[in-house]
Structure formats: C-alpha cells, structure tokens
C-alpha cells in the first residue's frame, strides 16, 4: 500500500477500517513478545476470580493493532510520529476490535496529518478511546 | 500506595537492546496469524519493551512506592517517536512519576518516559502512561 500524498490528505478523510479477533494464542504470543504475563492476560482463572469476564488483551496488544491501521493507511510505520489513547473497557479473549480513525487536521507545512482514532469491540463496547494520532506524510 | 510524596522519583534502565527476533515476535503476535505489516520494522509499540518494561519493573518493585500489582489496570497511554529505534539499537530507557492522585478509593499514577540512543543522541520514545491502582496494597 502506498502512502496517500500529503496534498490529497483532506480533514474528514477515513482510515480503511482494521477488523481483528484477538484468540487467547495471539495474546498469549503478545505476553511472550512484550514480557507481560500479567494473569488477567493468561490465566483465565484468575482473570474469573477479579471479576472479569474471563483473560483479557493487553492494552499495548490493542494500541498495537490500532497503530498497524495507521502504519497501513501511512504506508509505513516510520510515518506514525505519535499515537496516544484511553484504554477504556477490556477486551476479552476471542473479541474482535475495529479500529477506525478520521483525518481532523492537516499542517501542509510540516506534512503531517492529525486523527481521530478509537477502536470498538463485536460487544459494542468503545475500547480504545479519546484516541489521537499524528502521521508524517509527504508530497 | 503510592502518593504525592512519590511524585519526582526517577529510574534509569540503561542499555536496552533493541532485538530483532522480539521486535519480529511481536509485529506477528498484533498480527496474529495474518502476516505482519512490514515484518521486519520494529513495531512502534515495540516501546513497551525497550522504554516501558524496563523502568516500569523497577517502579512497581520499588518497596517505598509498594505499588499493587494485583490492583493494577493501564488507563492510558501515549507515545511519540521523533526518531526511529532500529534492530540492534541500544538505547537508555529513564521514566518519572509526574503526578499521584486519589480518586473515588483508586490511585491514578502518571509517569513520563523517554528512551534516547547514546550513539547519536537521538530520542526514539517518549511516552506517558497513567495507571490505575484499586484497592490497599
């Protein structure tokens, strides 16, 4: 995929959409890779026995996903200069998260693209929230 | 607990390796089974691991803050990455607890991060994280 060129970049310009389900082996892959073996990530029971519905993602397993959508849309992740969300509701093992993002500004004179982003669960819940991202682009 | 008093206390986690395999790892793991977006880049979240983890472990370690870990939830996060951490970098990771606040029975706990390659000077993170700690260490 090839970045969009800066000069094409409108406010109210969509993020294609990343749709992802996150198995308990994907986020069992994610505690491996970043050292986080937080139980509520890995041990179902524990997750049970403090009160959630069962293990959930990590945040950074989200904010991950959230950030290859941009990465996608810029062509690049060297073209994501900064990312920064609310980790709102909990994702649990087995959901699926859509992520989505909505040019609001952008600087022509330093090429960069602002958005909107946030991701929402197959159980309705708003996930990743009060999401923002800039974007370097060029041309 | 941690508290006001904690606010300004730093931790330094020199020498991070930036590791290809790792950085490999997890690009597939936020992947999942789908193949990676651009598998061989260091994921932009890979931060978590040469910036987050090692100063964080210190932190949540730190006897006099007694933060409990089984209370803990990530509230926010925020990254900016004004250069580019490649494969084999070496970077020294340092973060800060900026801000400790009580509200409704939780401890909200801000720290900022930074991770800078020594070789050129060059800033590859820095981030903020607010954590969320309920219930009595």
Known sequence: MSAPALSTVRVGDELAPLTRTVSQEQINAYAEASGDFNPIHVDADFAVAVGLPGTIAHGLLEMGILAEALSRWAGSADRLMSLEVRFSKPLVAGGTITCTGRVVAVDEAEGIATLDVEAVSDRGERVLTNGRATVRLSG | ?137
């Not at chain 2, 991070?16 to 990676?36: C, E, F, H, L, S």
């Not at chain 2, 890979?46 to 100063?55: D, E, K, N, R, S």
């Not at chain 2, 340092?94 to 801000?110: H, L």
């Open chain 2, 1 to 137: 607990m941690p508290d006001q008093s904690h606010v300004g206390r730093r931790y330094e986690a020199r020498g991070q390796v930036v590791d290809a395999g790792r950085a490999g790892a997890m690009a597939t793991a936020i992947a999942g089974p789908a193949t990676a977006f651009e598998p061989h880049a260091v994921p932009p979240t890979f931060a978590a691991v040469y910036c987050l983890a090692p100063t964080l472990a210190q932190v949540f370690t730190d006897p006099e803050v007694g933060v409990n870990l089984a209370g803990l939830i990530h509230g926010e996060q925020a990254f900016e990455w004004p250069a580019r951490a490649r494969p084999g970098d070496v970077v020294d990771a340092s973060a800060e607890i900026t801000d400790v606040e009580e509200k409704r029975g939780m401890t909200f706990v801000t720290l900022r991060f930074e991770a800078a390659r020594p070789q050129d000077g060059a800033v590859v993170c820095r981030g903020r994280s607010m954590m969320i700690i309920r219930g009595q260490a």
